[in-house]
């Protein structure tokens, strides 16, 4: 895989028209029924199901490449929450269907057929919940040194494979894959909520995991969603501080997706390479294009404005 140049594409949700036009933006070209390039690879960061309009088209694009061994799927939050609801265990879903479950899952659901999603699911199981290779490593909200050596011992890979409901009876392995494909987060102090951008009001909220010696709240945040004032400057407490990972500059870059960034792409560090840009806010679909063993630029960065993806 290091001979490649490799392209780190964000949280699709959808939006599958969009990364065919990135894809061929990027030089694949469709033949033999997937994108295919002889110079470059694809890594899926995750989150290709729900929201968009087009969840289908995205995941048809993506395992293809996949089975073309021009691509890597890593899974996302999303991606387990439907395997979830979809997969059975003794006759029943391995997680209940709640309203809220469901809402969140209705892009999904309705663009399918019932067998091939659960087709899909199945096949979704082999694929990795990280990347970690010599030059570069790959996960979907969270470098977590920690939980990644749980789940690779409970998994002996990367990949849940048939062993996946264990991510939801099993507490410890649950908490580590919440951590890999969730983020830290911490809870706002005084009972207090916030109103976030997509109408949900939340009591906790998602916290850089790079940060090594915050003294606020405002230090930490890392969410399109700023907390208010107040909260911003509260101090964050020594159990607060040691409940986060912490991932050190010295270490391999590593590229993730998630946390619903605007604005023009950039390294959020020296080391790290945040692609979640609101494609399926009718913003930006992103590839971050890696040569393993150089420095991250921000020259390295495409993308396809998505708004064109509901018209």
């Known amino acids: 895989m290091t001979d490649r140049i490799i392209d780190f594409i964000g949280d699709v949700h959808g939006c599958g028209q969009t990364l065919g036009r990135l ?3 990027l030089g694949y070209q469709f033949e033999q029924g997937a994108y295919r390039h002889s110079e470059r ?3 899926f960061i995750g989150d290709l199901f729900d929201r968009g309009p087009r969840v289908r088209l995205a995941t048809q694009i993506a395992r293809a490449m996949v089975e073309a061994d021009q691509a890597t799927w890593v899974l996302g939050n999303h991606e387990l929450d439907v395997m979830s609801l979809v997969l059975i265990e003794g006759g029943q879903p391995i997680r209940p269907a709640t309203q809220h479950a469901l809402k969140l899952a209705r892009a999904t ?3 399918f057929d019932p067998a091939e999603l659960l ?3 199945e096949w979704l199981r082999d694929c990795p919940l990280f990347m ?4 570069w490593r790959a996960v979907h909200a969270c470098w977590d040194q920690h939980a990644i050596d749980w789940v690779r011992q409970r998994f002996n890979g990367a990949s849940p494979g048939t062993s996946f409901s264990q991510i939801y009876r099993d507490e410890a ?3 580590s894959v919440a951590r890999l494909v969730r983020g830290p987060s911490l809870p706002l102090p005084q009972g207090r909520y916030i109103q976030s951008s997509d109408g949900v009001s939340r009591k906790r909220f998602r916290v850089a995991f790079w940060i090594d010696d915050p003294n606020t709240l405002g230090d930490l945040v890392f969410q399109p969603d700023p907390l208010p004032e107040d909260l911003s400057e509260y101090p964050v407490d020594q159990d607060q501080h040691s409940s986060l990972p912490y991932y050190a500059p010295h270490l391999p870059p590593v590229f993730f997706g998630h946390y619903w960034r605007r604005g023009t792409p950039e390294p959020v560090a020296s080391n790290l390479v945040c692609l979640d840009y609101c494609a399926v806010l009718r913003e930006k679909l992103v590839c971050y ?3 393993p063993g ?3 630029d921000a020259c390295h960065f495409s993308w396809i404005e998505s708004v064109s993806e509901w018209r």
Request: overall charge positive.
């Open 23 to 25: 894809l061929r933006k």
């Open 41 to 43: 690879r694809v890594v």
């Open 109 to 111: 659901f309705s663009d």
């Open 119 to 121: 087709s899909l699911c």
């Open 132 to 135: 970690d290779q010599p030059e």
């Open 173 to 175: 392995l649950k908490k």
């Open 289 to 291: 294009s890696h040569q």
């Open 294 to 296: 150089e420095n991250l």
